[in-house]
């Protein structure tokens, strides 16, 4: 057998890819990994909990936001974020008040909406008072009338949106079955993945996320609604913006009374699935501009959430300086272990120091409660100080102190590894192959954890696919 035509064992093939590890270890964290929607507002929206990559760009990019009260920098526990009696029984009062108007023929679309909004409020927590046939009455009552609300003749854009959002969490929280689920890939798709993650390609390109419902389109009348009522002072405040010299977003130019709360967080989960669902980065970033031109230095809870998501929308399309800068702006606001890890990977992308990114990284790490979020952004902590480690000049020469990188960098790996003992991580097993490959030349140990990695990769349903790259 010709040396052109001979199949390499897998560790071969991994070890003889160990010169491109480093390069390629940003696109594996850093762009699959840390960038999220800021999850809370003044509503109580979450999003739907991370993955880790390479599945998260597929699953979160549809991944719908539910209504939950939570404060991100409290614990987790379902305790700790349940209403109080007080909001479910206000609830319970307004979802009658509104009940007994539709049946009196007195509604218009805003009744429906309050009623539909309480009842899926009390759908989600008062689940311990509520049989299993009365919490699905309740909860397609409620996108009833949300779908209703959307084709009163007094629909307003507020209205239209709901209409959308009715089909969006029939599809994503009641029916999710069309969606791609973790762990459910089949073993080309898996390949594929890794092929796209060495080529730095976008894992989009691929699979076009066809199975995701456009946000362009399914809230088309409520965007352009939105557009056409602001469109002044859109265009006036992106004029401003084009002057403006000082930190963060200029000040508001219009009153918050123009838009209440509720719609500027409408128009901040548009930009969201804009972004997310179709790339659509251009109209994302309008709908926040709308929200700031109203919000900027009124308001620090929705002014924090349309920075953060403007930031997001400007990394999406490789402005990853004027990222820096709004994540910057958003946590002089409010701290956040999401948005530090979104200034993170900002900070790799726009060419600052490693170091200086694994340092958010790790600060990310210490407020956050969430152990699968902890040892994500120690991970990624530890591939930044790889990175910083790797640094050379023109000559060939280090840039950095390399030992004392890579010791730092097998410190907080030991750290991440006690979150996920006994668990198979693909990025985790790599980064022990590229410490001991670079710092210690020690080949063997390497091998060892790139076999570990290979298998934690294509493991699906229990079964292990064999990787080998043919040359």
Excluded at 70 to 97: G, V
Excluded at 189 to 205: G, H, T, W
Excluded at 332 to 342: G, Y
Aim: charged share 30%; aromatic share 8%; with cysteine.
């Amino acid at each position: 057998m010709s040396k052109a035509n001979r199949k390499r064992d897998p560790l071969e093939a991994l070890e003889a890819l160990a010169g491109i590890f480093v390069p390629i270890i940003a696109a594996i964290i850093l762009n699959f990994h840390n960038l999220f929607p800021d999850k809370n507002n003044a509503e109580g929206t979450t999003s739907d909990p991370p993955l880790p990559p390479p599945y998260e760009e597929l699953t979160n990019a549809c991944s719908l936001q539910n209504e939950h009260k939570a404060d991100e920098n409290s614990p987790t526990d379902e305790d700790e974020n349940s209403p109080t009696d007080e909001e479910i029984n206000h609830a319970l009062n307004i979802h009658d008040a509104c009940e007994k108007l539709i049946n009196q023929g007195k509604s218009n679309a805003e009744t429906h909406i309050d009623f539909a909004r309480a009842g899926v409020f009390l759908w989600e927590y008062q689940k311990d008072g509520l049989t299993e046939n009365e919490r699905v009455k309740l909860i397609d009552r409620a996108l009833e009338s949300f779908r209703k609300a959307a084709k009163l003749p007094d629909a307003d854009a507020k209205a239209k949106f709901y209409g959308g959002y009715s089909q969006d969490f029939d599809e994503r929280v009641l029916n999710p079955g069309s969606e791609l689920e973790r762990n459910k890939f089949s073993s080309s798709q898996l390949l594929k993945i890794a092929e796209k993650v060495i080529n730095r390609s976008s894992l989009l390109e691929d699979f076009n996320l066809s199975h995701c419902p456009s946000a362009k389109e399914r809230y088309k009348f409520a965007i352009e609604e939105y557009k056409e009522i602001h469109k002044d002072v859109l265009t006036e405040y992106q004029n401003k913006r084009e002057g403006y010299t000082g930190e963060g977003e200029p000040t508001a130019i219009k009153p918050d009374t123009e838009l209440d709360v509720e719609e500027a967080y409408i128009l901040i989960e548009l930009g969201h699935w804009l972004n997310n669902r179709d790339r659509e980065t251009k109209l994302a970033k309008e709908m926040y501009d709308i929200v700031l031109a109203h919000y900027s230095g009124t308001n620090k809870e929705v002014e924090h959430n349309a920075l953060v998501g403007r930031g997001i929308a400007q990394f999406s399309e490789g402005q990853e300086t004027s990222a820096v800068d709004l994540f910057t702006a958003a946590l002089k606001i409010k701290e956040s272990s999401e948005v530090r890890a979104n200034l993170a990977s900002s900070r790799i992308r726009s060419s600052v120091t490693y170091a200086d990114a694994a340092n958010d990284y790790i600060d990310a790490a210490r407020i956050v409660n969430e152990e699968d979020k902890k040892f994500n952004m120690l991970l990624s902590a530890g591939y930044a100080y790889i990175l910083q480690a790797e640094l050379r000049d023109t000559g060939g020469n280090y840039l950095t102190k390399a030992k004392g990188n890579y010791d730092t960098a097998e410190t907080i790996l030991n750290e991440a590894k006690l979150l996920k003992s006994g668990v198979e991580d693909s990025l985790l097993s790599t980064a022990w192959g590229v410490l001991y490959l670079y710092r210690d030349n020690d080949r063997a140990k390497a091998k060892g954890f790139f076999q570990e990695a290979i298998d934690a990769i294509f493991k699906v349903n229990g079964r292990h696919c064999r990787f080998h790259i043919d040359k």
